[in-house]
């Protein structure tokens, strides 16, 4: 994993005497076991260490990537970290604030553990003496019976502790309430905790603050089991300086596989960062130095209509999820856009999540009369206004300039023998589908 390896310099800051300080200045630390046990586990021989990820969905996103990118930064410092997928805990679900989960099929579990692996496997080093490891906890849970798992793991539980992780206990005071399937979800992240601690020797976990229920069910079942004291890592939430919640635009979840948020999408999510919150998102989801970032920091203040920091947010955080070549087609889409580069260059997917947000219009074929195209399009009000477009010099088909009002549009002018991108002035953009050729 070149990119991976490319970063190892990249963590080797001067301002820092060890990982857990590089964490804490990130803002990646909100909750921990024994903090200086803590520190001294991260500063001295490698250590293996874990974090899971449940099958819930057929992606990741943006909070799961918090975890891959803190798994990668330890991995970087020499330590060994076990990727879980949970094959099992996917079958039940983490317990949500609101409501109950749809139990998904077994077959589309299996599914999307397979999928949640690659994306894992994309951020950490399988090769070295610190290599990876990928887990599936069905691997120790299926051939497990009820018996077994009763007697051997849930007589180390008590359910007055239970109901007061804060998971549970906002559930049980809701009416929705809560199913004893999920109720036991903790169990089950705990025996993982075990397992992986006898099979591995495993010493930390790391999660979301809002997972910490979860991941001290671990650290105690260990204690009462082996008696010994294992330790546990949680990340802060990630909000938004104005109150609204990190990871979302327009209500949809960003996922890191490009058939469910394009490349393109995503790098706009990040160019779209508030100037209040691009530092906070540098050290989170970059691997740039303390002093790149202080210098980001300082060319928001100052330069603030530059936009330094947020285009340097995209192009990392865009990099390290989708690869340099789809961030740099990115890139060029942007421009071409604007009549800054080549639109006949861009490929069909990349110009298609590029103009997936503008006004659109489908046609037929025949016809393509650049008025008409205008007025279809909602560039222009009226045949009149697209004249006066027009004859203003306004008017661009391809960031092309259309000078004759009765200008037809020929077929080899289409990109990708369909599509076509309009301009009214310098901002005003507008896609045209062409529905036979």
């Known amino acids: 994993m070149s990119q991976l390896n490319d970063l190892r310099s990249q963590q080797?800051?001067?301002?820092?005497?060890?990982?857990?300080?590089?964490?804490?200045?990130?803002?990646?630390?909100?909750?921990?076991?024994?903090?200086?046990?803590?520190?001294?586990?991260?500063a001295g021989d490698p250590a293996t260490y874990y974090c899971g990820f449940d099958p819930t969905a057929a992606s990741l996103h943006l909070g799961n990537l918090v975890q891959l990118l803190l798994m990668r930064r330890i991995q970087l410092a020499g330590h060994r970290p076990l990727g879980l997928v949970g094959g099992s805990t996917g079958l039940i679900g983490d317990p949500r604030q609101t409501a109950e989960r749809v139990l998904n099929t077994p077959e589309t579990v299996a599914e999307w553990v397979g999928k949640l692996q690659e994306q894992v496997q994309r951020f950490l080093s399988f090769e070295g003496d610190n290599a990876a490891r990928m887990v599936n906890n069905l691997d120790w849970t299926a051939p497990l019976s009820a018996i077994d798992f009763l007697r051997g793991i849930g007589k180390h539980f008590r359910v007055g502790t239970m109901i007061k992780k804060d998971i549970v206990a906002n559930r049980l005071n809701s009416d929705e309430g809560i199913s004893y399937t999920e109720f036991s979800y903790q169990i089950l992240q705990g025996m993982d905790y075990l397992q992986l601690f006898r099979d591995y020797g495993c010493v930390l976990q790391t999660g979301g603050s809002d997972q910490w229920g979860n991941l001290t069910s671990g650290t105690d079942l260990i204690r009462k089991v082996e008696g010994r004291h294992v330790h546990a890592l949680g990340t802060p939430l990630i909000t938004n300086s104005d109150g609204t919640k990190f990871g979302k635009s327009e209500g949809n979840a960003i996922w890191l596989d490009p058939e469910m948020c394009s490349p393109y999408a995503f790098y706009q999510f990040w160019l779209n960062t508030a100037d209040s919150d691009v530092a906070a998102r540098l050290k989170v989801f970059t691997f740039l130095s303390r002093a790149e970032i202080e210098a980001l920091e300082a060319a928001v203040a100052d330069r603030p209509f530059a936009r330094e920091g947020q285009r340097k947010l995209a192009y990392e955080v865009t990099s390290l999820v989708h690869g340099v070549d789809a961030t740099e087609k990115v890139i060029a889409a942007s421009a071409a856009l604007f009549g800054n580069g080549d639109l006949a260059a861009l490929d069909e997917a990349t110009l298609r999540a590029a103009t997936s947000e503008l006004p659109s219009a489908t046609v037929d074929a025949a016809g393509l009369g650049i008025i008409d195209l205008l007025v279809a399009t909602g560039l222009s009000d009226s045949k009149s206004a697209a004249r006066r477009t027009v004859g203003e010099g306004g008017a661009y088909v391809n960031n092309a300039k259309v000078a004759d009002p009765d200008a037809v549009i020929a077929a080899d002018q289409l990109l990708h023998g369909r599509y076509l991108l309009l301009r009214r002035g310098k901002k005003n953009l507008a896609t045209v589908e062409v529905s036979a050729a």
């Open 12 to 42: 080797n800051d001067p301002n820092f005497a060890n990982v857990w300080q590089e964490l804490k200045w990130r803002g990646l630390v909100h909750v921990s076991t024994d903090e200086a046990e803590l520190e001294k586990l991260l």
